[in-house]
């Protein structure tokens, strides 16, 4: 087990992060957006379902 996967057996978690409409991230290379945006994301501890990405059509 790597030191950033949830230990086996443990919770899983569902994080939600709201990114503000004008964030422009670390580098300053991002671009404003029309909405604040939501993100949502799952930490799965080991030996649990393989990780999948979702991607949806951004509005705006």
């Known amino acids: 087990m790597g030191s950033t996967e ?8 569902l994080l939600l992060y709201v ?4 964030a422009l991230g670390r580098s300053r290379k991002g671009k404003k957006r029309r909405y604040h945006t939501p993100f949502f994301g799952i930490s799965i501890p080991g030996g649990g379902p393989d ?3 979702v991607v949806t059509k951004a509005r705006g």
């Open 19 to 22: 990114v503000h409409r004008d």
């Open 6 to 13: 949830r230990a086996r057996g443990a919770s899983g978690l």
């Open 51 to 53: 990780e999948r990405r």
